[in-house]
């Protein structure tokens, strides 16, 4: 498996994806590659986002910058769930009645 993709790979990898529809998320800056000499190169992570786009273009028929809207906040969304996955880990690593404290006022907050 490579770790760089040009435009060709990639259009021929994310099974909807266009050529014109590679251009335009590069336009609309929804998907950032790196810049060569020999072309834009992808990375794997952003080939899983050109699928995702090419998902939401297709289901919801969004125009570019509501698109831009939307990939924004699944972008917060990812960034929100590892600062809670950080917060868990720093919780579980504290003693049993600490747990237990912040457990009752979570249930009083009703969020549990």
Do not use: K, N, W
């Amino acid at each position: 498996m490579t770790d760089r993709y040009s435009e060709a790979e990639a259009v021929a990898t994310v099974a909807r994806l266009t050529r014109s529809q590679l251009i335009a998320f590069v336009e609309a800056e929804v998907v950032v590659p790196e810049r060569t000499e020999a072309g834009f190169m992808f990375r794997q992570i952003d080939l899983a986002r050109m699928e995702l786009l090419c998902e939401l273009c297709e289901q919801f028929d969004l125009a570019d910058d509501a698109l831009g809207m939307v990939i924004s906040l699944v972008d917060q969304m990812h960034g929100l769930r590892g600062e809670l996955r950080a917060v868990l880990a720093a919780i579980d690593a504290e003693p049993d009645e600490v747990r237990a404290r912040i457990a009752q006022a979570l249930r009083s907050a009703r969020i549990l």
